[in-house]
C-alpha cells in the first residue's frame, strides 16, 4: 500500500496527530496530579478526535493514513490514560484487565487481517461511542476531584462500569464485523489464495 505525503498532509490528519503529540504532557500532568491541566487536554484530546473524523468525511480527505493513525491514537491516547489514572484510582484494576484484552484482541484481529494483506476496517460509530464514553468518564472523575476535591467510590464504579460495558459491546460488533470480512475474502479467493499459493510451492518437494 502506496502512501502519498501530498494526499495525507490535510486537516484531520493533522488532528489525529495532535491527539498522539498530546500523550505526553497528558501523562505528566496526571503523574504529577495536576488535574485542571490533565481534563483540559483530555477535553482537547476528545474534541480533536470527534473533529477528525467529522472533517475527514465533510472534506473527503479519508486518507489510508488517516484510517491507520487515528485507532492508534485512540489506543494510545486511552492506555496512557488508564495507566495514570490506576495510580489515582486503584479500584479501576478491573476495567484495566477489560480494556487491555479488548485492544489484544482487536490488534490480533488487524494483525490477521494484514497477514492476508486485507486492509482493517476503519472506525466505527460503536468503536467511537466507547471511545466518548471513556473521555466522558475520566473526564468526569478528574475534574471533580481537581476542581470541588471530590472522590466518591461508588461514582467512579459507575461511570466505569458503563465505559466498560460500551467497550464489550464494541468489542463484539467489531468481531462479527471482522467475521463477516474474513468470510467475504475466503469468498473472494483472497485468504484460501494465499494458502494454494503455500500448497503449490510445497508440490513439488514432496514429489
Known amino acids: 500500500m502506496r502512501i502519498s505525503i501530498k494526499k495525507n498532509i490535510n486537516v484531520p490528519n493533522a488532528l489525529t496527530l495532535f491527539r498522539i503529540v498530546l500523550i505526553v504532557p497528558l501523562m505528566r500532568s496526571l503523574l504529577k496530579q495536576d488535574f485542571i491541566m490533565a481534563g483540559v487536554m483530555i477535553l482537547l484530546s476528545g474534541i480533536s478526535d470527534m473533529l477528525d473524523g467529522f472533517l475527514a468525511r465533510r472534506l473527503g480527505q479519508i ?10 491514537a485512540d489506543k494510545l491516547t486511552l492506555i496512557a490514560v488508564v495507566i495514570c489514572a490506576n ?3 486503584p479500584e479501576i484494576m478491573p476495567f484495566i484487565i477489560v480494556l487491555f484484552t479488548k485492544e489484544l484482541l482487536m490488534l490480533s484481529g488487524g494483525a490477521f487481517l494484514l497477514r492476508f494483506r486485507i486492509k482493517p476496517p476503519a472506525a466505527k460509530w460503536y468503536g467511537k461511542l466507547s471511545t466518548v464514553l471513556f473521555y466522558t468518564s475520566i473526564t468526569t472523575l478528574i475534574l471533580l476531584r481537581a476542581i470541588w476535591g471530590y472522590s466518591n467510590r461508588t461514582l467512579s464504579l459507575v461511570l466505569l462500569s458503563v465505559t466498560t460495558a460500551s467497550m464489550l459491546f464494541s468489542l463484539v460488533m467489531y468481531f462479527l464485523l471482522f467475521l463477516r470480512i474474513v468470510r467475504e475474502s475466503k469468498k473472494n479467493g483472497h ?4 494458502n494454494d499459493k503455500t500448497d503449490t510451492q510445497d508440490t513439488p518437494a514432496n514429489e
Do not use: H
Open 63 to 72: 486518507t489510508d493514513l488517516g484510517k491507520i493513525l487515528d485507532p492508534i
Open 191 to 194: 485468504i484460501q489464495g494465499t
Open 87 to 89: 495510580v489515582l484510582y
